[in-house]
Structures are given as C-alpha cells and as structure tokens.
C-alpha cells in the first residue's frame, strides 16, 4: 500500500500531503489512486490510506461533486449513475 502504510511507525493516518499534510488517524479509509470506476485495481500498489474527508474531496474532483453527492447518498454504481444521466 502507498502512503499511509500500517507498516511504518506511529498510528496509521491520512496519506493525503497537498498542499499540507493530513494528520488524521480517525475515519481513515481506502483510496483508489485510479479509481475503481475508471478500472483501477484494488492492489497495495493502487491503494492509500485517506481520512474520510479527503477520499471524499478526491472523489469530488475526479467524478465532480454531483456525482460524490449522489453516491453517497444512495450507493449507486457508476453504470446507474451513467444511465441517470444519459436520461435526462
């Protein structure tokens, strides 16, 4: 796994560093350096740990805010989330 490894010293914390690093050791979740919805692997190698705010900010910025929002919301899949919008 990339930054925030389990096996380096001190509590697990947020990866993120830009533009200041994240001291964050609570709410920590995977991030997928390449999204898994745009065929990045779940592998040590494509995974870092981040703070539940900022794998949320990355989301935003990769898949724009709409989609972060709708996805929280209601745990859609890209593929209905396509179909939402191809639709309307």
Request: charged content about 25%; glycine content about 10%.
């Amino acid at each position: 796994m990339r930054g925030g490894s389990t096996s380096g010293r001190g509590a697990p914390r947020c990866s993120r560093i830009a533009p200041r690093s994240c001291t964050s050791t609570g709410f920590l979740e995977f991030h997928h350096v390449v999204p898994y919805a745009a065929g990045g692997a779940t592998t040590a190698d494509n995974l870092e740990l981040r703070c539940a705010a900022h794998n949320r900010y990355e989301a935003e910025q990769y898949f724009g805010e709409s989609f972060a929002m709708f996805a929280r919301e209601e745990r859609v899949t890209n593929a209905e989330w396509a179909e939402r919008v191809v639709r309307q």
